[in-house]
C-alpha cells in the first residue's frame, strides 16, 4: 500500500472519531446550560443575506461576542479601549475592588453564555469569560455616555476621569458607527452578562435589571428605533413598555429587545378627541359618518353581486401593490401617524363623498436605517418572526422611484436625513432582496387587497387596462379616427374644387 494511501486513511480515521466525538459533545464542552435555558439566541447571519449585503452584518469599528474574536486583534486601540471600561466600571464598584470581581461573576454564566450560541466554540471558560467581561463593560460605558448627555450637569462630572472616547460628545459624534455595530445579529451581547456586571455594582439583581433597563430606555433605544422620533418624552414611553417584560433576559440581547419592542409591545401613541366641539356638533358628524359607512356597505354589497367570485380569488394572492404616486393619483389621501406597523392602526378606508385614506407609520430613515432593518429581519429569518419583514416589503411595493418618495415625505411618513429621495428610494428598493416571503404568512395581505380592489375598480385604470389587454383593439380605433378626420378634413376642399369645375 502506497504511503499516500496510507495517510489518506489515517485522516479519515481521525475524522469519524472527530464527528464521532461531536455528535456526542465530548470534545467540545463538559458544561450544560441551566434550568433557564430557552435556546439559541446568538445566530449566525444566513448566507444568502451575507452575500447580498456583507457590509451591513460586519462590524465596523467594535468587534463584540464570541463570532468575531478571532479577527479582533488584542493590540488594537478598540481592545483597549475595552480594557479602559472595564477599568472604569471597576472604579464603580463599592469598595473599589479589582476587574477580577467582574471576571469571576461572568465565570458563573458560562455555559449559559456558550450554548446561546449557534456555533459551538472550544475557548476556554476563562478566556470566554475574559471576552465578555471586557464586552460587557465597554456596552455598558457606551450606554452610560449616551444615558449622561441627557441628564442633569451635577450628574456629569464623573466622564471627566474617564477616556475621551467615552465622553458624550465624542460618542454622540461617532454614535451612528458605535451603534450600528452593537445592533448587528453577529456581535450580540446576552442581556444576562449586562445584568451580571451590573449586579456586581449595585449589589443585588433587582437594582441591575432598574439600571440597565434606565441605560436602554435613556440610552440606546431612543436613538435607534426606527419609528419614534425622538422627542423629551420617547425615553418615558419607552420605559412604560419596557416595564411590562417582566424578564429582560427573554429577549436574549439589544436587538431581540428592539424587535420585541416593535412586534410584541408596540408603542401607539392614542388619538385624543378633537377639543372646542358640543355634543350637537359631535352628534351631526356622528350622524353624517353613520350615513356614510351605511352607503359604503351598501356600494360593497353591490360590487360584490356585480364582480365574479374569480376576480376576488385571484387578487387575494397578490402580494404587491402600485407605487404611491399612482395610488394618489387614484385619489388615496396618505396620513400618518406615530408608532409602529400594526394591523390596528395601519388601515385604508375607502369613503365616497371624499378621498380614501391610506394610514401608515412614520419611519424615519438615517444612515443607520438600513443596518437597524437588516439585522431586525435576518433576527426573524432565525427565528420565524414576520411583521417587520413583511412591513419592509409593503413599503417596497409603495416605492419604486423617488417621485414615490416624495409623495410619502409629503405626507410625513417618511422622515429622511439622507442627501435625496433617490437615495432613499435605493435604500428602500435593496431592502427586500434575499428573503422569501409567503403570502399566506403576510399579516398585511387584506390591506394589500383592499387597496389593490379598490385601485383596479377606478375608471381610468379600468380604461388603462382595457387598453394594455387589448392593443390591437386600441390601433384599429385609431386608425379609423384617423381616417375619419382625413376625410372630415378632405370633404370641404373636394366640394370647392367640384363647384369651381361645375
Keep these: 500500500m502506497s504511503q499516500g494511501n496510507i495517510m489518506f486513511m489515517e485522516e479519515e480515521r481521525k475524522w469519524v472519531i472527530d464527528m464521532t466525538e461531536r455528535i456526542t459533545d465530548r470534545s467540545i464542552t463538559d458544561c450544560k446550560p441551566g434550568p433557564g435555558y430557552s435556546?439559541?439566541?446568538?445566530?449566525?447571519?444566513?448566507?444568502?443575506?451575507?452575500?447580498?449585503?456583507?457590509?451591513?452584518?460586519?462590524?465596523?469599528i467594535v468587534n463584540l461576542g464570541l463570532y468575531h474574536h478571532v479577527i479582533a486583534q488584542p493590540e488594537s486601540h478598540m481592545e483597549?479601549?475595552?480594557?479602559?471600561?472595564?477599568?472604569?466600571?471597576?472604579?464603580?464598584?463599592?469598595?473599589?475592588?479589582?476587574h477580577l470581581h467582574l471576571q469571576q461573576a461572568i465565570v458563573s454564566i458560562v455555559c449559559d453564555i456558550k450554548w446561546c450560541y449557534e456555533e459551538r466554540f472550544e475557548y476556554k471558560d476563562e478566556t470566554v469569560a475574559m471576552i465578555f467581561t471586557l464586552d460587557g463593560c465597554f456596552v455598558l460605558e457606551i450606554l452610560r455616555a449616551l444615558t449622561d448627555g441627557?441628564?442633569?450637569?451635577?450628574?456629569?462630572?464623573?466622564?471627566?476621569?474617564?477616556?475621551?472616547?467615552?465622553?458624550?460628545?465624542?460618542?454622540?459624534?461617532?454614535?451612528?458607527?458605535?451603534?450600528?455595530?452593537?445592533?448587528?445579529?453577529?456581535?450580540?451581547?446576552?442581556?444576562m452578562v449586562l445584568i451580571k456586571l451590573l449586579e456586581v455594582e449595585k449589589?443585588?439583581?433587582?437594582?441591575?435589571?432598574?439600571?440597565?433597563l434606565r441605560l436602554l430606555c435613556s440610552g440606546i433605544i431612543p436613538v435607534i428605533h426606527p419609528f419614534l422620533p425622538y422627542q423629551p418624552d420617547t425615553p418615558n414611553l419607552v420605559e412604560a413598555r419596557l416595564n411590562r417584560f417582566e424578564d429582560l433576559?427573554?429577549?436574549?440581547?439589544?436587538?431581540?429587545?428592539?424587535?420585541?419592542?416593535?412586534?410584541?409591545?408596540?408603542?401607539?401613541?392614542?388619538?385624543?378627541?378633537?377639543?372646542?366641539?358640543?355634543?350637537?356638533?359631535?352628534?351631526?358628524?356622528?350622524?353624517?359618518?353613520?350615513?356614510?359607512?351605511l352607503l359604503l356597505v351598501l356600494k360593497e354589497y353591490l360590487q360584490k353581486l356585480?364582480?365574479?367570485?374569480?376576480?376576488?380569488?385571484?387578487?387575494?394572492?397578490?402580494?404587491?401593490?402600485?407605487?404611491?404616486?399612482?395610488?394618489?393619483k387614484a385619489g388615496i389621501k396618505f396620513k400618518h401617524y406615530d408608532g409602529v406597523p400594526t394591523l390596528k392602526k395601519m388601515r385604508f378606508v375607502k369613503r365616497i363623498f371624499e378621498s380614501s385614506t391610506l394610514?401608515?407609520?412614520?419611519?424615519?430613515?438615517?444612515?443607520?436605517?438600513?443596518?437597524?432593518?437588516?439585522?431586525?429581519?435576518?433576527?426573524?429569518?432565525?427565528?420565524?418572526?414576520?411583521?417587520?419583514?413583511?412591513?419592509?416589503?409593503?413599503?417596497?411595493?409603495?416605492?419604486?422611484?423617488?417621485?414615490?418618495?416624495?409623495?410619502?415625505?409629503?405626507?410625513?411618513?417618511?422622515?429622511?436625513?439622507?442627501?435625496?429621495?433617490?437615495?432613499?428610494?435605493?435604500?428602500?428598493?435593496?431592502?427586500?432582496?434575499?428573503i422569501n416571503f409567503n403570502s399566506a404568512d403576510d399579516p398585511f395581505m387584506n390591506l394589500k387587497v383592499d387597496i389593490n380592489s379598490w385601485y383596479k375598480k377606478q375608471l381610468h385604470i379600468k380604461i388603462s387596462d382595457y387598453k394594455h389587454r387589448h392593443p390591437?383593439?386600441?390601433?384599429?380605433?385609431?386608425?379609423?379616427w384617423g381616417l375619419a378626420v382625413l376625410v372630415s378634413a378632405a370633404i370641404p376642399t373636394l366640394v370647392n374644387v367640384w363647384e369651381k369645375i361645375v
Excluded at 458605535?178 to 456581535?187: K, Q
Excluded at 365574479?308 to 387578487?315: A, F, G, K, L, R
Design 39 to 60: 435556546g439559541v439566541t446568538v445566530n449566525r447571519v444566513p448566507k444568502f443575506l451575507l452575500f447580498l449585503r456583507k457590509e451591513s452584518y460586519t462590524p465596523r
Design 80 to 98: 483597549r479601549l475595552k480594557a479602559e471600561a472595564v477599568e472604569m466600571m471597576a472604579r464603580r464598584l463599592p469598595r473599589q475592588e479589582e
Design 150 to 191: 441627557s441628564r442633569e450637569k451635577n450628574q456629569v462630572h464623573s466622564q471627566q476621569h474617564c477616556h475621551p472616547f467615552f465622553k458624550t460628545n465624542r460618542i454622540k459624534s461617532c454614535q451612528f458607527d458605535v451603534l450600528g455595530d452593537i445592533l448587528m445579529l453577529e456581535n450580540q451581547i446576552p442581556i
Design 203 to 212: 449589589g443585588s439583581e433587582e437594582e441591575a435589571r432598574k439600571e440597565l
Design 249 to 293: 433576559e427573554k429577549n436574549k440581547h439589544i436587538l431581540g429587545l428592539l424587535q420585541s419592542i416593535i412586534v410584541e409591545d408596540p408603542i401607539d401613541l392614542e388619538e385624543k378627541p378633537p377639543c372646542g366641539h358640543n355634543g350637537l356638533h359631535l352628534a351631526v358628524e356622528g350622524l353624517l359618518l353613520a350615513i356614510k359607512r
Design 306 to 328: 356585480i364582480n365574479q367570485p374569480e376576480e376576488i380569488n385571484v387578487m387575494r394572492h397578490q402580494t404587491l401593490m402600485a407605487s404611491s404616486r399612482d395610488l394618489h
Design 359 to 434: 394610514r401608515l407609520p412614520t419611519i424615519w430613515i438615517t444612515d443607520n436605517t438600513e443596518v437597524i432593518l437588516r439585522n431586525l429581519m435576518a433576527l426573524e429569518v432565525c427565528h420565524g418572526f414576520t411583521l417587520i419583514s413583511y412591513y419592509v416589503y409593503l413599503l417596497n411595493s409603495l416605492v419604486e422611484t423617488e417621485g414615490d418618495v416624495v409623495v410619502l415625505r409629503k405626507a410625513q411618513i417618511i422622515q429622511s436625513s439622507m442627501g435625496t429621495d433617490k437615495e432613499v428610494a435605493h435604500i428602500l428598493n435593496n431592502l427586500w432582496k434575499g
Design 472 to 480: 390591437r383593439f386600441w390601433r384599429n380605433v385609431s386608425i379609423f
